[in-house]
């Protein structure tokens, strides 16, 4: 065992490289949540004054606080926080499904979605999107397999759940819409807005979601791991139902504990004082998001210059999450020794990371919290990198 492979380790990427990695943009963290981080790094450091044994009621530091802030910022009537976005969704399906359900989603949404539903032996059935090159999601699609679900099963399906906002394309799923849908039939609608709560504006009760799930390390300027699920007063409950169990000897019994928590929540220190540093800005950065959107379209403006890049999803882009086809960087690979590492190297000397190593064909990048400068350089570069392998920019 050589265990000096563990000393110094160092990263580097955020202080020495513009960084364009899709799902790390939103979960950089503000300078007070690397502050947070250091004081609260210690194991269990934020149970000092646990009183009530849950770690969403504790007062000192104010997470109890933040739990309220939190529901009110989303418009929903209560939160806790998960180990993740995939384990409110975990949570939310194992509270409200029970084992040969069906759960009804958008074909476009995240792997931890299906294994939620796996994990609770829950069936899926996909709403289609439309094809090349949009890919979108029509709402009327889950009124569709809502009919076809009861038809085949005999009964309405238990969940939802559509994807906010998409990780291939960053389209935004209508989820008004879809929450309308869900009310008409009365099932229960799972909103997932790991790539949108804490970087956009969400009203929770205008969309008419009753879970809303949301990913820390992903949107909300947070250390990983750490995810939100927020609900409504009518399902809280249900949702955050407390154990009921007994030792069949010693009689013992745990009736504070809620069950798909894992009693408290199977988060606290770093990420949950991270989580509660950022929140202030997050509060802030959410009305800039008009900015954001713009500085995104400008780079898809930009790549769109260079001969054979198209953007994929919606045009022009809502979301600072984009998809680029790139066929010619394809064609450049094929005549390189690096193949498609050869785009990877080429930025990387140009300190611009994040975009999946080897990848040529397409692409996909965040420009979310990046400057406009930063934007231009970006561009620039691209705009080298183009002509220096004979790829037209016009
Ligand atoms: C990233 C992502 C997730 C996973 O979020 P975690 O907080 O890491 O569990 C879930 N859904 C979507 C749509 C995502 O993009």
Redesign the pocket.
């Given at each position: 065992m050589n265990l000096n492979i563990y000393k110094n380790l160092k990263r580097g990427v955020e202080s020495n490289f513009i960084n364009l990695n899709p799902?790390q943009r939103g979960g950089v963290l503000t300078v007070e949540a690397r502050k947070a981080v250091l004081e609260f790094a210690d194991g269990y450091s934020v149970c000092d004054y646990c009183f009530e044994s849950r770690v969403d009621l504790v007062q000192n530091p104010p997470v109890r606080k933040l739990t309220e802030d939190i529901a009110e910022f989303l418009n929903m009537d209560d939160v806790r926080y998960t180990?993740?976005?995939?384990?409110?969704?975990w949570a939310a399906m194992h509270m409200v499904g029970k084992p040969g359900d069906t759960v009804v989603l958008d074909s476009l949404?995240?792997y931890?979605?299906y294994l939620a539903a796996e994990a609770n032996r829950l069936k899926v059935v996909e709403v289609p999107h439309s094809g090349y090159p949009e890919f979108t999601i029509d709402p009327h699609g889950y009124a569709e397999k809502f009919e076809e679900v009861e038809r085949k099963t005999g009964s309405l399906p238990a969940l939802a759940l559509l994807?906010?906002?998409?990780?291939r394309y960053g389209n935004i799923g209508d989820a008004k819409a879809v929450g309308k849908v869900c009310k008409e039939y009365g099932v229960p609608f799972l909103l997932?807005t790991?790539?949108s709560s804490g970087i956009m504006p969400i009203d929770g009760k205008r969309l008419g979601v009753d879970f809303l799930?949301?990913?820390?390390?992903?949107s909300w300027a947070a250390s990983?791991?750490?995810?939100i699920l927020a609900t409504t007063y009518e399902w809280n409950q249900q949702i955050f139902d407390k154990s009921t169990i007994r030792g069949d000897w010693s009689g013992r019994g745990f009736t504070k504990k809620e069950i798909a928590l894992f009693g408290c929540s199977p988060v606290y220190g770093a990420p949950l004082m991270s989580l509660m540093a950022s929140f202030p800005s997050v509060v802030e950065r959410v009305k800039h998001w008009d900015k954001e959107v713009e500085n995104a379209r400008y780079l898809a403006t930009q790549f769109e210059r260079i001969e054979g890049f198209h953007q994929m999803g919606v045009k022009p882009t809502q979301h600072t999450l984009m998809a680029f086809e790139t066929l010619p960087l394809f064609e450049v690979a094929a005549t390189t020794q690096k193949r498609g590492y050869f785009l990877y190297h080429e930025l990387k000397k140009r300190k611009i990371m994040g975009i999946h190593p080897g990848m040529s064909k397409s692409f996909k990048v965040n420009t979310f919290g990046l400057s406009r400068s930063q934007i231009e350089y970006v561009a620039n570069a691209f705009h080298e990198i183009a002509r220096e392998h004979g790829i037209p920019v016009e």
């Amino acid at each position: 065992m050589n265990l000096n492979i563990y000393k110094n380790l160092k990263r580097g990427v955020e202080s020495n490289f513009i960084n364009l990695n899709p799902i790390q943009r939103g979960g950089v963290l503000t300078v007070e949540a690397r502050k947070a981080v250091l004081e609260f790094a210690d194991g269990y450091s934020v149970c000092d004054y646990c009183f009530e044994s849950r770690v969403d009621l504790v007062q000192n530091p104010p997470v109890r606080k933040l739990t309220e802030d939190i529901a009110e910022f989303l418009n929903m009537d209560d939160v806790r926080y998960t180990a993740g976005c995939r384990h409110a969704k975990w949570a939310a399906m194992h509270m409200v499904g029970k084992p040969g359900d069906t759960v009804v989603l958008d074909s476009l949404a995240h792997y931890t979605s299906y294994l939620a539903a796996e994990a609770n032996r829950l069936k899926v059935v996909e709403v289609p999107h439309s094809g090349y090159p949009e890919f979108t999601i029509d709402p009327h699609g889950y009124a569709e397999k809502f009919e076809e679900v009861e038809r085949k099963t005999g009964s309405l399906p238990a969940l939802a759940l559509l994807t906010h906002v998409d990780y291939r394309y960053g389209n935004i799923g209508d989820a008004k819409a879809v929450g309308k849908v869900c009310k008409e039939y009365g099932v229960p609608f799972l909103l997932n807005t790991a790539y949108s709560s804490g970087i956009m504006p969400i009203d929770g009760k205008r969309l008419g979601v009753d879970f809303l799930c949301g990913s820390g390390h992903k949107s909300w300027a947070a250390s990983a791991p750490i995810g939100i699920l927020a609900t409504t007063y009518e399902w809280n409950q249900q949702i955050f139902d407390k154990s009921t169990i007994r030792g069949d000897w010693s009689g013992r019994g745990f009736t504070k504990k809620e069950i798909a928590l894992f009693g408290c929540s199977p988060v606290y220190g770093a990420p949950l004082m991270s989580l509660m540093a950022s929140f202030p800005s997050v509060v802030e950065r959410v009305k800039h998001w008009d900015k954001e959107v713009e500085n995104a379209r400008y780079l898809a403006t930009q790549f769109e210059r260079i001969e054979g890049f198209h953007q994929m999803g919606v045009k022009p882009t809502q979301h600072t999450l984009m998809a680029f086809e790139t066929l010619p960087l394809f064609e450049v690979a094929a005549t390189t020794q690096k193949r498609g590492y050869f785009l990877y190297h080429e930025l990387k000397k140009r300190k611009i990371m994040g975009i999946h190593p080897g990848m040529s064909k397409s692409f996909k990048v965040n420009t979310f919290g990046l400057s406009r400068s930063q934007i231009e350089y970006v561009a620039n570069a691209f705009h080298e990198i183009a002509r220096e392998h004979g790829i037209p920019v016009e």
